[in-house]
């Protein structure tokens, strides 16, 4: 593929993946409140303007120099708000009125980061979210999941699983990638879906989701498998998906694999999720 360090948005703590990283809020070590059957279910019903569930989702803080995405990730509803039509808005802007450093100097925009670190995980299940992208040069919109061991195995040992991720060169495309031990980074396994006849994934909802058994992923856009993989493609590597993971939603601004924003971008750009579930999960 042609990312390189889309895993390094992951810090030490509880929603990403590099120990060096020190911007994340969230704890290393989650206790999630998971029954013996795991099931998760957000609609994102609500006023217009109010918060997400505090039950279900936490906020990541801070900016990210290991993938040099340009954002800096608030919590609060200024970046993610529910819409009172029953979805999730998180909303790039270009703006940092509270006055944010990152790691470039004084931060250009401001986005919002979600996880269930300290509220669900699952080791296996039907994973689906139904979502319409932001589109523009810049924009990473990402909807995936990492071990929760990783505040004790580290990144990447801990596994992480890409459902879907879109960067704004790539108006009709999709990616879903493992990655895991031996298999990370720009060497990460995965394929691409691209919706038919030139549409574009900002222009509508769709539905992006996985099947996980113990030893198979299979990944699907509407209903519609493009791939699937087991131990057997990871060329002797150890299969780092067999213990629970949470989830995470996010919109990043830049990085090394999207580009950064250019001329042609236009803010605000917003990541709109009508819901995320989990069935069928241990």
């Not at 990283?21 to 994102?44: G, H, K, M, R, Y």
């Not at 995980?121 to 523009?136: F, N, Y």
């Not at 990370?184 to 574009?200: M, Q, R």
């Not at 699937?228 to 590597?237: E, H, S, V």
Request: some cysteine; overall charge negative.
């Amino acid at each position: 593929m042609r990312r390189t360090l889309r895993n390094t948005v992951i810090g030490l703590l509880s929603a990403t993946a590099l120990a060096a990283t020190p911007w994340l809020t969230t704890p290393a070590t989650a206790t999630p409140q998971t029954a013996a059957a795991a099931e998760f279910i957000d609609n994102f019903d609500g006023p217009a303007g109010s918060a997400v569930d505090g039950s279900k989702w936490g906020y990541e803080t801070g900016d990210n120099v290991n993938n040099h995405e340009r954002q800096y990730y608030t919590d609060g509803t200024k970046n993610a708000a529910l819409d009172g039509n029953g979805n999730l808005v998180i909303t790039a802007r270009k703006e940092n009125p509270a006055d944010y450093n990152c790691w470039y100097g004084r931060c250009e925009y401001t986005s919002a980061r979600l996880n269930t670190a300290q509220t669900f995980t699952t080791a296996s299940g039907h994973v689906e979210a139904r979502m319409k992208l932001p589109q523009g040069q810049g924009m990473w919109p990402a909807f995936w999941m990492l071990g929760n061991d990783i505040g004790s195995a580290g990144w990447p040992n801990c596994g992480e699983i890409d459902i879907m991720e879109n960067v704004g060169f790539e108006p009709s495309t999709v990616h879903g990638t493992i990655h895991g031990p031996g298999y990370s980074g720009s060497g990460g396994i995965g394929a691409g879906y691209t919706l038919p006849n030139g549409a574009k994934f900002s222009d509508d909802f769709h539905t992006f989701a996985i099947d996980w058994a113990p030893d198979k992923i299979t990944w699907s856009v509407d209903g519609n498998v493009y791939q699937t993989r087991t131990p057997a493609d990871l060329n002797g590597n150890r299969w780092a998906f067999d213990h629970p993971f949470y989830l995470i939603l996010n919109l990043a601004v830049g990085g090394y694999w999207p580009g950064d924003p250019d001329g042609s971008t236009t803010f605000p750009q917003q990541l709109v999720v009508d819901y995320v579930k989990v069935t069928g999960g241990s």
